[in-house]
């Protein structure tokens, strides 16, 4: 900031020098005139255009200004420049709404879960031909963030010319950026996804978690993606971010019934009613395990985390240690962020996230 100002100081003397230097010209010239109007009758200065001149001098540091970003971006790497340009989308979304973090992150873990990390989750349904992953019941009114995904991806194409990254790549970038400006550990994100040409809308109710998955069901789950229980409860540290909505945690069965409520669960719901999933929803700490521990985790699938004495125990030492257990996050969200598209998938590279290639459209 103090390298910017000193450079808009700089330039403002000399807007100002120039100015002096232009009204001293103008003021002897015309006194030249006065005395020897005879000398210099055939000259004329075009002083309009001095002072035209000289006042672009501002318009041009600012246009310099606004290019700097992409310009800099074009600088680098192609991979750095995809990061650069994602991360400049995510930071401006959740600066504008923080509940967007915690929106991305489960993006990314909805889209992995069903049938690997393919972008399938950000296919939009097509009347009465295509129905995808964003209207099953477990998205329904609650996966949200596909408009930054969308920006982003542009943000791409605008900024890092002939470079060619899927959706689901930008998916998990975009989760890791959350995760990082929420205050959690960054990690590695390797290139190189693909894209589906379809979704799976019975695969999302089948294959995600549910809050009113008992802990059999969740570990059988995760296991089916080749997950370890200490990476399942890693994993479920994701609600240290966040919020339910009402609507979910009112119902029978989806909710801890010890858990301290702030909805008005006899009132009316709406979907715009929401509910935090610990007590700091906006920080990416440990607090979601402080509160398991003490019997305040808000649903179900959560609190029954601690009715084991394995998971427990590594609800326990992440709640002792913040460090471990983000360490042990960002490993497993860069080892879900492998996980492989189905085998057979028919995949490409979406110009758009939302819908797929105009070649590819018989295919659906």
Same mark, same amino acid.
Do not use: W
């Given at each position: 900031?103090?390298?910017?100002?000193?450079?808009?100081?700089?330039?403002?003397?000399?807007?100002?020098?120039?100015?002096?230097?232009?009204?001293?010209?103008?003021?002897?010239?015309?006194?030249?005139?006065?005395?020897?109007?005879?000398?210099?009758?055939?000259?004329?200065?075009?002083?309009?255009?001095?002072?035209?001149?000289?006042?672009?001098?501002?318009?041009?540091?600012?246009?310099?200004?606004?290019?700097?970003?992409?310009?800099?971006?074009?600088?680098?790497?192609?991979?750095?420049?995809?990061?650069?340009?994602?991360?400049?989308?995510?930071?401006?979304?959740?600066?504008?709404?923080?509940?967007?973090?915690?929106?991305?992150?489960?993006?990314?873990?909805?889209?992995?879960?069903?049938?690997?990390?393919?972008?399938?989750?950000?296919?939009?349904?097509?009347?009465?031909?295509?129905?995808?992953?964003?209207?099953?019941?477990?998205?329904?009114?609650?996966?949200?963030?596909?408009?930054?995904?969308?920006?982003?991806?542009?943000?791409?194409?605008?900024?890092?010319?002939? @470079?060619?990254?899927?959706?689901?790549?930008?998916?998990?970038?975009?989760? *890791?950026?959350? +995760? &990082?400006?929420? #205050?959690?550990? =960054?990690?590695?994100?390797?290139?190189?996804?693909?894209?589906?040409?379809?979704?799976?809308?019975?695969?999302?109710?089948?294959?995600?978690?549910?809050?009113?998955?008992?802990?059999? @069901?969740?570990?059988?789950?995760?296991?089916?993606?080749?997950?370890?229980? *200490?990476?399942? +409860? &890693?994993?479920? #540290?994701?609600? =240290?971010?966040?919020?339910?909505?009402?609507?979910?945690?009112?119902?029978?069965?989806?909710?801890?019934?010890?858990?301290?409520?702030?909805?008005?669960?006899?009132?009316?719901?709406?979907?715009?009613?929401?509910?935090?999933?610990?007590?700091?929803?906006?920080?990416?700490?440990? +607090?979601?395990?402080?509160?398991?521990?003490?019997?305040?985790?808000?649903?179900?699938?959560?609190?029954?985390?601690?009715?084991?004495?394995?998971?427990?125990?590594?609800?326990?030492?992440?709640?002792?240690?913040?460090?471990?257990?983000?360490?042990?996050?960002?490993?497993?969200?860069?080892?879900?962020?492998?996980?492989?598209?189905?085998?057979?998938?028919?995949?490409?590279?979406?110009?758009?996230?939302?819908?797929?290639?105009?070649?590819?459209?018989?295919?659906?």
């Amino acid at each position: 900031m103090g390298f910017r100002l000193s450079h808009l100081s700089l330039a403002l003397s000399f807007v100002a020098l120039a100015l002096a230097g232009v009204a001293i010209y103008k003021n002897t010239y015309e006194a030249i005139i006065m005395n020897n109007g005879s000398l210099l009758k055939n000259v004329s200065p075009n002083f309009d255009s001095l002072e035209s001149g000289v006042a672009s001098i501002l318009t041009l540091n600012n246009n310099k200004k606004r290019n700097s970003d992409k310009y800099l971006r074009q600088q680098l790497t192609p991979e750095a420049c995809v990061f650069s340009a994602v991360r400049a989308v995510v930071d401006s979304a959740i600066d504008a709404e923080t509940r967007m973090g915690a929106s991305l992150i489960r993006l990314h873990f909805h889209d992995c879960f069903v049938d690997g990390c393919d972008g399938g989750i950000l296919l939009d349904d097509i009347n009465g031909t295509f129905t995808g992953e964003q209207n099953s019941p477990p998205n329904a009114n609650s996966a949200r963030g596909y408009e930054v995904i969308a920006q982003a991806k542009q943000s791409v194409i605008n900024t890092c010319p002939n @470079v060619s990254v899927s959706c689901a790549d930008i998916l998990a970038i975009a989760a *890791r950026d959350s +995760v &990082a400006k929420l #205050g959690g550990q =960054t990690y590695n994100v390797a290139l190189g996804r693909s894209d589906a040409r379809t979704a799976n809308f019975s695969g999302a109710i089948n294959q995600l978690p549910a809050p009113f998955d008992n802990l059999t @069901v969740q570990i059988q789950k995760f296991s089916d993606k080749n997950f370890s229980l *200490r990476e399942m +409860v &890693a994993l479920a #540290g994701a609600h =240290t971010v966040g919020f339910a909505r009402c609507s979910t945690v009112c119902t029978s069965g989806n909710v801890n019934p010890a858990a301290q409520l702030q909805c008005n669960c006899s009132a009316t719901l709406t979907d715009s009613d929401l509910q935090q999933l610990d007590t700091t929803p906006t920080m990416f700490d440990k +607090v979601y395990y402080d509160n398991l521990n003490s019997n305040q985790g808000i649903m179900f699938s959560d609190q029954v985390l601690t009715g084991d004495a394995t998971t427990a125990g590594f609800v326990t030492d992440y709640s002792n240690d913040v460090n471990v257990f983000l360490g042990d996050f960002a490993a497993a969200m860069i080892k879900m962020g492998d996980l492989p598209p189905s085998a057979g998938a028919q995949l490409e590279i979406r110009d758009v996230c939302s819908r797929v290639n105009p070649t590819s459209v018989a295919s659906m």
